[in-house]
């Protein structure tokens, strides 16, 4: 069976999947879509393989060897596939376009439930299904020159659609509800794209009231029903939204660009923002009373020191 097929039987599983009426095939359903929309990426790389090796590029491993005829050819090693950073890869260098912000919130949320799943996550799997359906019909059009109607059945094709329709306006409602409050600082504004439900994981959470004052703002889920703060869930929505360029800056040998609070203890002190957007601490010693050199976040122990300058200090009063 080739590649598209499957990847077309998986979607189509996974829609049945989710119509049926026994929670335990959520799961399945989100695992079928999500698998059918890497098999079709797969598919794209089987076109742009050589012709005389059609799998070439969906090998994890390539290597070069000289032909019978002496000239350096490419020829996959061992039956291991490519993983998602190898697809992203090769889809950069051959200039593949993908909506890969889409498909990672679409992946982290998948995992999510494969550890967390609950029958009180029915929007949280209704959003993946509504997500992938963009990935899914544009992918098929503008890089496999295929209907997406035709090639997935107009029964798979309707669900898809209205699932969409539907998650979209619920989203968009919510949305607006969110975008009234004045949420204070920009970096937390930025963060509100990592706001779920921390029950059933949803993202349709809803602000009833556009007056609530930062950070203690009245949410409810739309999905589950839970009425919960903003502020028990602010330093996760900050962690989900900078941990990964906290870990980028880490292998470069760069700064986090969030820490702990010295006051409330929380991971929401931005280093852009100059303060904790959890409790509004701000460093009260900003440069070195010996040195005038600027100071950071763990500095403020010192009390007015750099780190070289209170060394120093304590070695002269140790004298």
């Not at 012709?51 to 061992?78: A, M, T, Y």
């Not at 899914?136 to 890089?143: A, C, G, M, V």
Request: proline content about 3%; hydrophobic content about 30%.
């Amino acid at each position: 069976m080739s590649i598209i097929q499957n990847a077309i039987d998986s979607i189509q599983v996974g829609v049945e999947d989710f119509e049926s009426d026994d929670d335990r095939r959520s799961v399945s359903a989100v695992r079928n879509i999500a698998a059918g929309v890497l098999l079709l990426y797969k598919e794209k790389l089987c076109q742009l393989s050589p012709d005389g090796n059609k799998e070439l590029l969906i090998k994890q491993n390539i290597r070069p060897v000289q032909n019978e005829n002496g000239e350096i050819v490419f020829e996959g090693k061992g039956h291991k596939t490519v993983d998602v950073q190898s697809i992203k890869e090769r889809f950069s260098s051959l200039n593949v376009a993908v909506d890969w912000k889409r498909f990672d919130e679409i992946n982290k949320l998948r995992n999510d439930l494969e550890h967390y799943y609950t029958s009180e996550s029915p929007d949280a799997v209704r959003e993946i299904v509504a997500k992938s359906f963009l990935l899914i019909r544009d992918f098929l059009s503008e890089h496999l020159d295929q209907d997406p109607q035709e090639t997935l059945g107009n029964d798979c094709w309707t669900t898809l659609l209205e699932v969409s329709d539907v998650y979209s306006a619920e989203e968009n409602a919510c949305k607006a509800t969110i975008d009234a409050i004045d949420w204070k600082y920009h970096s937390v504004e930025v963060a509100l794209k990592n706001l779920r439900c921390n029950q059933c994981y949803s993202s349709l959470i809803q602000a009833p009231y556009p007056d609530d004052a930062y950070p203690t703002i009245n949410l409810h889920c739309k999905s589950c029903g839970l009425d919960f703060c903003f502020d028990d869930v602010l330093e996760q929505c900050i962690d989900d939204s900078l941990a990964g360029e906290a870990i980028r800056n880490a292998m470069d040998g760069g700064d986090s660009p969030y820490d702990s609070c010295h006051e409330c203890g929380k991971s929401t002190f931005i280093h852009e923002e100059g303060c904790c957007v959890a409790c509004d601490y701000e460093m009260e010693y900003t440069n070195c009373e010996m040195c005038e050199e600027p100071l950071g976040l763990e500095d403020q122990y010192n009390e007015g020191k750099c780190s070289y300058c209170q060394y120093k200090w304590e070695k002269i009063m140790a004298e």
